[in-house]
Nanobody, 114 residues
Framework: QVQLVESGGGLVQPGGSLRLSCKAS????????MGWYRQSPGKRREFVAH???????AYADSVKGRFTISRDIAKDSVYLQMDSLKPEDTAVYYC????????WGQGTQVTVSS
């Protein structure tokens, strides 16, 4: 059973930074896209960012210029550097990968509050 394991969430003040990490338990995502989604209470899960196997990124408009996605293909890992965090970024963040079907991590809570 392939697993995606996230880490790095937590509580941060507005304007602060966090870095999320996600590692796959098997090397099945090296040739495909991986990324991040998030879900706030009462809202649908939404796209945050993804990066293709050739390291082309894409971002939601709401995070463009503040978040940076990166990958270490050899380590089967994807990262999300989140800067200038806002209270509206508060959500559970999910790592995602697609290989014939979608795989999801268990989620990591990010809370932006003073």
């Amino acid at each position: 059973q392939v697993q995606l394991v996230e880490s790095g969430g937590g509580l941060v003040q507005p304007g602060g930074s966090l870095r999320l990490s996600c590692k796959a338990s098997e090397s099945i995502f090296r040739d495909v896209t991986m990324g991040w989604y998030r879900q706030s209470p009462g809202k649908r899960r939404e796209f945050v960012a993804h990066m293709t196997a050739v390291l082309t990124p894409a971002y939601a408009d709401s995070v463009k210029g503040r978040f940076t996605i990166s990958r270490d293909i050899a380590k089967d890992s994807v990262y999300l550097q989140m800067d200038s965090l806002k209270p509206e970024d508060t959500a559970v963040y999910y790592c995602w990968g697609y290989n014939y079907r979608a795989y999801w991590g268990q989620g990591t809570q990010v809370t932006v509050s003073s």
